[in-house]
Every structure is written in structure tokens, then in C-alpha cells.
């Protein structure tokens, strides 16, 4: 069984800039969410995707937007970057989104430095 | 709104001794609490829910609804214990989004 994974493990983008990351979620998932974790915090919840829809959003703007494709993979894309999007992304997949029960399975993050 | 507070940043504790890493919560309806941990250079990992009722690595946790806390505990930490840990939530009302504490960096000295 493969667990999650994320590309690229990091990387450096300038203000303004676009960004998209990559996650692919554990086989048999169906569920992924994705986590800002900024330095000395918890992770915070960005949106999640079941079914390749959209299935709950936390608190960020709309130039945080994702998909997910038929194979259950996902992509976060952020616009116009801020110094403030600084931060370890984290995806997460799970088997399947309709209780708050699941398991949420993490993979090892994209570390985004905005300069 | 639902939060989770971890009261302690840092724990520092010597091998042998008991610990216990706080976790607080504030949720509307029943909620599903969870304990992450991050070893050094490994990613987050599940390491007990409240569902479960498991004891893992030798820690438990109990969900006390009048207190809305969900205490990590061991009665003997290890220095494999070092490591940061994380308190959650998720619930029906939310989906199965976490919300997570601000982390709580365990230490066992030897």
C-alpha cells in the first residue's frame, strides 16, 4: 500500500508569483484536505476535495483553489503569493468524507518559501 | 466555533517520569478528538483517537465532555517519545475537517 505523497518537497517562489502543488493520495482514498501549517503553528484547514468536489473550505481567500482528478490526486494552486503564504503545505487523503470519523492519513509536505 | 488550545508549547520531562501534554477544546455537538505526533524528520502521524479507546506506545487519552479536555498521558515516557505533539478535532457538523492545536515539543531527557 502507498501512503501519501507530495511534490515538489519544496520550493521558492517571489511575490505575485502562482504556485501549484501536488499530492497523491493513499491508494483506495477518496478524500483529500489540505493543511497550512505556518512556522510554530498547527495546521489549518484549507479545503477539501471528495469525488473531485469541493467539500468544506476553512478561512483562506479565494486565490487558494485546488482540484481533484478521477484518480483521487489533487492539486492546490495558489495566485498572487504573499509573504505570508510561507509555509508547510500538508495533504492529507482518507477513505471517504461523509462523517467526522476518518482517519486522515499526512503526507510528508511541500515547504513554500516566498520571497 | 471550534478550537483547540494546547496550553504548553514546550514539556521537558526526565525518562521514567509520568507525562501528560493538555489539550482543550470548544466544539458545538459531539466531537471526534484525536492526538497526532511528528517525529523529528518523519510526518505527521496518527497516534490515537478518542473513538478507538486504544492505548498506543503506551499512551492514552481520555475525553472528559464536562472539562471539554482530552489529556495525552503515559505513565513512563521514553526518550523515543521526544517528539511534537498535536491535538484535533473533527465533527459531523464540519465534516471531517481537523482542526488542530498549536502543538505541544515533548522532550525526555535521559
Known amino acids: 500500500e502507498t501512503g501519501v505523497t507530495q511534490s515538489p518537497t519544496h520550493l521558492i517562489k517571489t511575490r505575485g508569483q502562482q504556485v501549484t502543488l501536488r499530492c497523491s493520495s493513499q491508494?483506495?482514498?477518496?478524500?483529500v484536505s489540505w493543511y497550512q501549517q505556518a512556522l510554530g503553528q498547527g495546521p489549518q484547514f484549507i479545503f477539501q476535495?471528495?469525488?473531485?468536489?469541493?467539500?468544506g473550505r476553512g478561512n483562506f481567500p479565494p486565490r487558494f483553489s485546488g482540484l481533484q482528478f478521477p484518480n483521487y490526486s489533487s492539486e492546490l494552486n495558489v495566485n498572487a503569493l504573499e509573504l505570508d503564504d510561507s509555509a508547510l503545505y500538508l495533504c492529507?487523503?482518507?477513505?471517504?468524507?461523509?462523517?467526522?470519523?476518518?482517519?486522515?492519513?499526512f503526507g510528508p509536505g511541500t515547504r513554500l518559501l516566498v520571497l | 466555533a471550534q478550537r483547540v488550545t494546547q496550553p504548553e508549547k514546550l514539556l521537558s520531562v526526565f525518562k521514567g517520569a509520568p507525562v501528560e501534554l493538555k489539550c482543550n477544546y470548544s466544539?458545538?455537538?459531539?466531537?471526534?478528538l484525536f492526538w497526532y505526533v511528528q517525529y523529528s524528520r518523519q510526518r505527521l502521524q496518527l497516534l490515537l483517537r478518542?473513538?478507538s479507546r486504544e492505548s498506543i506506545k503506551g499512551f492514552t487519552a481520555d475525553l472528559n465532555k464536562g472539562e471539554t479536555s482530552f489529556h495525552l498521558k503515559k505513565p513512563f515516557a521514553q526518550e523515543e517519545d521526544s517528539a511534537m505533539y498535536y491535538c484535533?478535532?473533527?465533527?459531523?457538523?464540519?465534516?471531517?475537517?481537523?482542526?488542530f492545536g498549536e502543538g505541544t515539543q515533548l522532550t525526555v531527557n535521559p
Open positions: 492529507a487523503s482518507s477513505p471517504n468524507s461523509r462523517g467526522g470519523e476518518e482517519t486522515q492519513y
Open positions: 491508494s483506495g482514498h477518496n478524500t
Open positions: 476535495y471528495y469525488r473531485e468536489e469541493e467539500n
Open positions: 466544539y458545538s455537538g459531539s466531537p471526534e
Open positions: 478518542h473513538i
Open positions: 484535533a478535532l473533527s465533527g459531523l457538523a464540519s465534516g471531517s475537517r481537523l482542526t
